[in-house]
């Protein structure tokens, strides 16, 4: 079919892969429509509980509030027109929650810190070496990522319990390997084991865009393996690397599956505390208070790894 | 030399053998309990093999009950998700309009705010919003799970499209919804597959919040797990949980090219 | 001995990529690696690198065997083809990077940076990105950090590919006067015959991982030593038979003629050819004359009394080659 109309239209001329053209009305306004659904949808069920629930936890008891302060217990009621920071205060001023805080952060910060080591380390040896094992330890880290996470927790729960693998392979041996469930010990191993997926798939695919020729150039000036890792290779898949290790301690600050099946009843982390004040405590406003206050330290990573793209993306030129 | 070459060989070795056993380890452990007929400590292996705990599973009403809401919900959840998401990734891919980084940072963000916390939120609207324990609850639930998923992902993916080859067909004479079924859809579809696969997985195996506002009315597979574990032998959870982890198994076999390709760390950057 | 390969073989992926190659070069010298991809050109460079094994033969650097070591000992600094520039660091700092490793104390470093800078003229730019500068400045970019570190062999992978014609003539020149300057072993790898031809003082005219002929550009094209370099080098028309009083006649040999020592007249004599030109290709400074017949085509350059197309002309040959099994015989 041959079209007589003309060839180019006023959109898409000339535009190479990736760029976009200049914006007209028409397509702003065409993207903005395309946009509302999702952006209603997070708006209602995640901008506006977030909001109520940010005001539930500053004493606002009507409107949607209303239930629920009927249903809880130590509720703290706004006695100011902004609210109240009662219920903040009980929270800050609780020793367990203090306890819970200092473990949740103290874990995120060392399992954040062991699978950015671990991945990274695979990802060298796979991006400097390669081969036939590089494969394996690649496609080995990525198997976490097949399995949902209730199974992992259950999973991690029998192989390192007190009738698991490890203490029955070692009592083989007479050495009496101790149970490590319920400790903070198995809430860093299942924190690791769940976050290695994410973070090997993100710097190997970091380190793999690297252009032979930036190594072997830094060879040829006399650099060694070592340096070729420190002077060239970390620095520019810095972008990746700080992406896995947003990702994977915010995942991990939130969590609650693992340490709910791993980690100890108490200090616990913060994800579990949550849920545990909302139900079985019966006091939803400081659950709240709690999530606002992960929130918080969640978000403070976040505008991290946004600064960081977009810095990154200026300095390529792209923006 | 040759002695180092040696160390080398040594280590590298046993670093994945260390590594394969603390991946692997816990999987097997579990599954190989599937069919254990008993298994006391400190015995390495069970006394006997059986598919027993197979049929209790699924003759229970409850676990099977569990399973057929799992597998009647998560596909409704990937269709509304692809209905919903898909024409803003689209968008978000293609189009220049004011907020667009507000809207992908927007997104991503939601999903920082900890799940659990999320979740009592909800339940506070819930509660208002009498969805607490309904079907409607969870599918919400769940859907808002996938949506990082299935607007990153698949925005990446449509970005990447080359434009040159679009005006190719369009200067061969094909119009504008031609030229988008043909070449840009068609060259989109592994991110679209990956995003479909995460999606679905994200929503498959959601257990915090369906477990928030679906219990005790509702129970899909995951959140069955928590109480289970503590009621039943470890043998009917260790064959639950093969039960639970075989869609992701199959699912991300399949699109393991496309994962390991790159699809999955291309959606991440912000472009 | 400025550079010398003795023996070097080469097998990649199962196939033979170079077998008892060959070479030595004068210190001082600048000599090119000339051949249509997949000749072995490549793979040579690479090998005096450092960043391909040999599988047999060695490697002499200053009369040094350098063979087993790894790249970054060997006393070699490489041009990459698309001048490898790190994009995280300044000019001054890819320039500096070498001398870092050295640990040379941070004045001598900014002292050899920028004098390295000044001989490719860049010194403007030492605290540019290389995103940010043009493709001919990123090369002489990757040049200072060659020359910066003093090597006993420059080596240049394809240095004017990405540059657009007219940059290429301004580079070449460049480069072959900061060669004569330093007085550095260099070594070129091309495809264009051109560019090795001008600014060489030898030429590796090479095939299918073996050296064809190691000669001057004059030698190179007025006496080939095969087949295969008289066409590869320059222009030549091809005929098969014998030549014999200015005649093609039936024969065992090839007989190559160089288009400059074609006649074109526009009245027979003997020994000629008559034929219609079919073509005329304008080239700049001359003409090339493309003259068929139903048995032979004829391609000629000339720069006065160029014939018109469609007109009855008479060819005859000067001069000319005779090889016979490929190789160049009296």
């Given at each position: 079919?041959i079209?007589?109309r ?5 959109e898409?001329s000339l535009a190479?892969k ?7 009305v ?10 509302l659904?999702?952006l ?19 004493g606002?008891?009507?409107?949607p ?5 009927i249903i809880g217990q130590?509720i ?7 609210g109240?920071l009662q219920?903040?205060?009980?929270v800050?001023?609780?020793s367990r929650?203090?306890g819970?805080?200092?473990l ?11 699978v950015?080591?671990?991945a ?8 400097l070496?390669?081969?036939r094992?590089a494969s394996v330890l690649?496609t ?8 949902p996470v209730?199974?992992?927790a259950?999973?991690?729960?029998t ?15 007479g050495i009496?390997?101790?149970t490590?469930?319920?400790?903070p010990?198995?809430i860093v191993?299942?924190?690791v084991?769940t976050?290695l ?5 993100m710097i190997s695919?970091?380190l793999q865009?690297?252009?032979?020729a ?5 060879k ?5 393996s070592l340096r ?7 620095p520019?898949?810095?972008t990746?690397?700080?992406i896995?290790?947003s ?17 100890p009843?108490q200090p616990?982390m913060?994800?579990?505390e949550i849920?545990?004040f909302?139900g079985s405590?019966?006091?939803p406003?400081?659950s709240?208070v709690?999530?606002?206050i992960v929130f ?8 991290m790894?946004?600064r960081?793209?977009?810095k990154s993306?200026k300095?390529?030129?792209?923006l | 030399?040759?002695k ?10 046993l670093?994945?053998?260390l590594?394969?056993l603390f991946?692997?380890?816990?999987i097997?452990w579990?599954a190989v309990?599937?069919?254990a ?15 027993h705990?197979w049929s209790?599973?699924?003759?229970d009403?409850?676990?099977?009950t569990?399973?057929?809401?799992s597998?009647?919900i998560?596909?409704?959840v990937?269709?509304l998700s692809?209905v919903?998401?898909?024409?803003a ?5 293609r189009?220049?309009y004011?907020?667009?980084?507000a809207?992908m940072?927007?997104?991503f963000s939601?999903?920082s705010?900890?799940?659990?916390g999320?979740?009592?939120?909800i339940?506070?609207?819930?509660y208002?919003?009498n ?8 599918v919400?639930v ?20 080359p434009?040159n080859l679009e005006?190719?067909?369009?200067d061969?004479?094909a119009?504008?919804f ?5 070449i840009?859809?068609?060259m989109?579809m ?11 997985l ?14 005790p009315?509702i ?8 109480s ?11 064959v639950?949980?093969?039960l639970?982890a075989?869609?992701s198994v199959?699912?991300l076999?399949?699109?393991r090219?496309?994962?390991?390709g ?10 | 001995m400025?550079?010398e ?6 097998v ?20 090119s690696?000339?051949?249509?991809s997949?000749c ?6 690479r ?6 094994t040999v599988?047999s033969?060695?490697i002499l ?16 600094a ?5 001048y490898?520039l790190w ?5 001054s700092?890819?320039v500096?990077?070498?001398?870092k ?9 900014a002292?050899?940076?920028e004098?390295?800078l000044?001989?490719?003229?860049l010194?403007?730019?030492k605290?540019?990105?290389p995103?940010r500068?043009s493709g001919?400045e ?6 200072a950090?060659?020359?910066?570190q ?12 990405n540059?657009?014609a007219?940059?290429?003539e301004?580079v070449?020149e460049?480069i072959?006067?900061l060669q004569?300057?330093?007085a550095i ?7 264009d015959?051109?560019?090795?031809l ?7 005219v090479?095939?299918?991982g073996?050296?064809?002929q190691?000669?001057?550009?004059h ?6 030593a095969?087949?295969y370099?008289?066409?590869f080098?320059?222009s030549l028309?091809?005929f098969?038979g014998?030549?014999i009083?200015?005649?093609?006649q ?6 190559g003629?160089?288009?400059e020592d074609i ?18 290709i304008?080239?700049?400074?001359f003409?090339?004359?493309v ?8 391609r000629a350059?000339?720069?006065i009394n160029?014939?018109l ?5 008479f060819v005859s040959i ?13």
């Open positions: 079919m079209s007589l003309s060839k180019r239209n006023s898409g190479k990736g760029e976009r053209p200049s914006s007209h028409r397509p702003g306004v065409l993207g903005l429509a395309l946009s659904p999702p209603l949808l997070v708006g209602v069920f995640i901008g506006l509980p977030i909001l109520i629930g940010l005001t539930f936890s500053l606002f008891t009507a409107g509030n209303r239930v629920i302060s130590q703290h009621k706004k006695s100011h027109w902004w109240t219920a903040y205060s009980d800050l001023h609780d929650f203090r819970d805080l200092v949740t952060i103290f874990v995120t910060v060392l399992s954040t810190t062991l950015l080591l671990l990274l380390a695979i990802a060298l040896y796979q991006r070496i390669g081969g094992k690649v080995l880290s990525i198997v976490p990522l097949f399995v209730v199974i992992s259950w999973a991690i729960h192989f390192y319990g007190g009738d698991g693998f490890m203490r029955t392979f070692f009592s083989h041996f009496n390997f101790p490590l469930t319920s400790t010990s198995a191993i299942g924190t084991w976050s997926p994410f973070a090997i798939l695919s970091g865009a690297i252009p032979d930036l190594i072997e150039s830094a040829d000036c006399g650099a060694s070729v890792i420190a002077n060239i290779l970390i520019l898949a810095k990746p690397i700080i896995a290790g990702f994977t301690s915010i995942g991990i600050l939130g969590s609650f599956t693992i340490p709910l099946f791993l980690g009843n616990t913060l994800g579990v849920s545990n909302f405590y019966n006091r406003q400081q709240l709690m999530a606002f918080a330290i969640a978000s403070g990573i976040a505008v790894y946004v960081s793209n977009v993306a300095e390529s030129g792209r | 030399m040759l180092k070459f040696k160390f080398g060989r040594i280590g590298i070795n670093f994945i053998g590594l394969a991946i692997l380890g816990p097997f579990l309990h599937a069919f007929v008993d298994w006391h400590y400190p015995d390495l292996y069970p006394s006997g093999v059986t598919l705990w209790k599973v699924f003759l009403s409850a676990l099977s569990a399973i057929r809401n597998l009647i998560s596909p409704i990937v269709i692809m919903i998401c898909l024409p990734a689209y968008a978000a891919g189009m220049n004011f907020g667009r980084k809207f940072i927007g997104v939601a999903n705010f900890p799940k659990i999320l979740f009592a939120a339940a506070t609207l819930y208002a919003l969805l607490m324990g309904t079907f409607l609850g969870v919400i769940q859907l808002l799970g996938t949506i990082i998923y299935m607007t990153w992902i698949p925005a990446a993916a449509f970005a990447a499209v434009r005006e190719a067909a369009r061969a004479g119009n504008k031609t030229v988008f079924r043909t840009t859809l068609r989109a592994p991110g679209i597959l990956v995003a479909i696969v995460m999606s679905f994200a929503s498959f195996d959601e257990a915090q919040g369906s477990y928030l506002v679906g219990a009315a129970y899909t597979m995951p959140t069955e797990m928590y289970l574990v503590q009621n039943y032998p470890i043998q009917v959870a260790a639950f949980s093969i639970l075989l869609p199959l699912l076999g399949l699109a090219k496309h994962i390991m790159g699809q999955l760390a291309e959606g991440f950057q912000l472009k | 400025g550079l390969l003795k023996g070097l073989k080469k990649l992926g199962g196939r033979v990529i170079i077998d008892d190659l060959n070479l030595r070069v004068e210190p001082g010298e600048m000599i690696l000339l051949g249509p997949g072995g050109k490549t793979t040579t460079l090998m005096i690198a450092g960043f391909l599988d033969g060695k650097v200053s009369g040094k065997d350098v063979t087993d070591l790894g790249p970054e000992k060997r006393p070699s490489m041009v990459f083809q698309n490898a994009p995280h660091m300044t000019v700092k890819n500096a990077y070498p001398l490793i050295k640990g040379l104390s941070k004045e001598s470093i002292e050899k940076v004098a390295a000044s001989l490719v003229n010194l403007h730019h605290d540019s990105r995103g500068i001919g990123q090369q002489r970019v990757a040049l950090r060659a020359l910066v003093e090597p006993s062999i420059l080596l240049l992978d394809e240095p004017l590919s540059l657009d007219k940059l290429r301004k070449r460049d072959r006067q004569r300057r330093l072993t260099t070594v070129i790898v091309t495809h015959q051109e560019e090795a001008s600014i060489s003082d030898r030429v590796a090479m095939n299918n073996k050296i064809e190691f000669s001057t550009p030698d190179l094209y007025n006496a080939p095969t087949e370099v008289a066409t080098i320059g028309n091809r098969e014998d030549l009083d200015g005649l093609i039936p024969g065992n040999y090839v007989i003629v160089r288009p006649t074109i007249s526009t009245e027979s004599r003997a020994g000629s050819y008559s034929g219609v030109v079919e073509l005329i304008p080239r700049g400074h003409y090339e004359v003259v068929r017949r139903e048995d032979a085509t004829f350059f000339l720069n160029v014939p197309v469609g007109a009855q002309v000067n001069k000319a080659l005779r090889y016979f099994d490929g190789k160049l015989v009296a």
